[in-house]
């Protein structure tokens, strides 16, 4: 059973880089879309994007500016930057895996962490 | 402003069935399969329904999903308080350059 855990700090300045990884175990980094899901506090959930094993991604065009997923094969990890963040962007950020033939279907979550955007 | 749109409330006795419903449009609902979660407070979401209608393995058969042109709903038959929770509904969406969309979630309170 795979399994998924956030990590990085949980608070950010306002115009700085949010960067969180997410580190796999159970399952091997290849085959499936590893997802950046986000939820602001007591609001709904907002698909941030993917990225596949070989490195492709794709991203909610309303964040394409500032986001950037990257995966580390060698160590069952992927990773998110998001830019120029502003108090809009606190919010829970999930990590996830769906399979390729439907991305919309996450099968495996992390716990989530929260990360606050203030100065 | 969800792609999807959800009822933000629902409710029900104990016994009950409800329905939750997701209206999209051509470019999601109506092309796609659509996916249901279900949230517990302080918890991730879980994959509830998949495929339109299919459930995980665990999923009691009391949650049934359906979809018709650019909507869909969840059904909770013989409601129970533990199913007091949020649940989203979800697909892929065509446009642009594709991307997954959710409903807002709907706060479902087992009276």
């Known amino acids: 059973q795979v399994q998924l855990q956030e990590s990085g700090p949980g608070l950010v300045k306002p115009s700085e880089t949010l960067s969180l990884t997410c580190s796999v175990s159970?399952?091997?980094?290849?085959?499936?879309?590893w997802t950046w899901i986000r939820q602001p506090p007591g609001k709904g959930l907002e698909w941030i994007g993917y990225i596949y094993y070989n490195g492709t991604t794709r991203y909610n065009p309303s964040l394409k500016s500032r986001v950037s997923i990257s995966v580390d094969t060698s160590k069952n990890q992927f990773s998110l930057r998001l830019s120029s963040v502003t108090a809009a962007d606190t919010a829970v950020y999930y990590c996830?895996?769906?399979?390729?033939?439907?991305?919309?279907?996450?099968w495996g979550w992390g716990q989530g962490t929260l990360v606050t955007v203030s100065s | 402003q969800s792609v999807l749109t959800q009822p933000p409330s629902a409710s029900g006795t104990p016994g009950q069935r409800v329905t939750i419903s997701c209206s999209g449009s051509?470019?999601?609902?109506?092309?796609?399969?659509v996916y249901w979660y279900q949230q517990f407070p302080g918890t991730a979401p879980k994959l509830l329904i998949y495929r339109n209608n299919q459930r995980p393995s665990g999923v009691p058969d009391r949650f049934s999903g359906s979809k018709s042109g650019t909507s869909a709903s969840l059904a909770i038959s013989g409601l129970r308080s533990e199913d007091e929770a949020d649940y989203f509904c979800?697909?892929?969406?065509?446009?642009?350059?594709?991307?997954?969309?959710f409903g807002g979630g709907t706060k479902l309170t087992v009276l």
């Open positions: 979800a697909a892929w969406d065509d446009s642009l350059s594709g991307l997954v969309v």
């Open positions: 159970g399952s091997a980094i290849s085959s499936y879309y």
């Open positions: 996830a895996r769906a399979p390729v033939a439907a991305p919309a279907a996450q």
């Open positions: 051509s470019s999601n609902i109506g092309s796609n399969f």
